[in-house]
T-cell receptor, first 115, second 111 residues
Framework: DTGVSQDPRHKITKRGQNVTFRCDPI?????LYWYRQTLGQGPEFLTYFQNEAQLEKSRLLSDRFSAERPKGSFSTLEIQRTEQGDSAMYLC?????????????FGSGTRLTVV | AQSVTQPDIHITVSEGASLELRCNYSYGATPYLFWYVQSPGQGLQLLLK????DTLVQGIKGFEAEFKRSQSSFNLRKPSVHWSDAAEYFC?????????WGAGTKLIIKP
């Protein structure tokens, strides 16, 4: 088990472009979570999945943000029409059945820079 | 409103000195409580966690934390810091699926 993997590690994009990040959770983990961390702040919850179902998405920052987990394994987070304020670290975590937040394992994150 | 306060943005301690990082929270029910550490370019690593039982919790790397319900606090301590402890430390609280985080305390170690 290699832990939670996120790809890419770094992404530089021009304002207005769309970006997509990928998260591969620990294989037996059924829950997957996305957070955003801006400079000097703690992470901020965005959304989470249980298997392929997105159970909470009201915290996604705007309708430019969307996430999928089509087969209950990896997940993607897409940001459309990026803005400079989207520059941040995007973190993924997963947890196993019945663990919830008590069993979080975080990936190393994807750092997005919008220029 | 649910919130976590880490009052110290930066703390500087000498190597070998003791450390205490403060965390206060506001939450409707008794939450799960966590301390994480983040080194530059690294992901978040769990130091320790608490939900119930003994209010003094032991974690990895020689860290411990004490839950004080009356003060809504969960302070992190270490008796003797090492240069490798220099990092950013985050307190977090939550229940079910979501964690609410403090803004972090950056620990600087003086040689």
């Amino acid at each position: 088990d290699t832990g939670v993997s996120q790809d890419p590690r770094h992404k530089i994009t021009k304002r207005g472009q769309n970006v997509t990040f990928r998260c591969d959770p620990i294989s037996e983990h059924n829950r997957l979570y996305w957070y955003r961390q801006t400079l000097g702040q703690g992470p901020e919850f965005l959304t989470y999945f249980q298997n392929e179902a997105q159970l909470e998405k009201s915290r996604l920052l705007s309708d430019r943000f969307s996430a999928e987990r089509p087969k209950g394994s990896f997940s993607t987070l897409e940001i459309q029409r990026t803005e400079q304020g989207d520059s941040a670290m995007y973190l993924c975590a997963s947890s196993g059945p019945g663990q919830g937040i008590y069993g979080y394992t975080f990936g190393s994150g994807t750092r997005l820079t919008v220029v | 409103a649910q919130s976590v306060t880490q009052p110290d943005i930066h703390i500087t301690v000498s190597e070998g000195a003791s450390l205490e990082l403060r965390c206060n929270y506001s939450y409707g029910a008794t939450p799960y409580l966590f301390w994480y550490v983040q080194s530059p370019g690294q992901g978040l690593q769990l130091l320790l966690k608490y939900f119930s039982g003994d209010t003094l919790v032991q974690g990895i790397k020689g860290f411990e934390a004490e839950f004080k319900r009356s003060q809504s606090s969960f302070n992190l301590r270490k008796p003797s810091v090492h240069w490798s402890d220099a990092a950013e430390y985050f307190c977090a609280v939550g229940s079910n699926y979501q964690l609410i985080w403090g803004a972090g305390t950056k620990l600087i170690i003086k040689p």
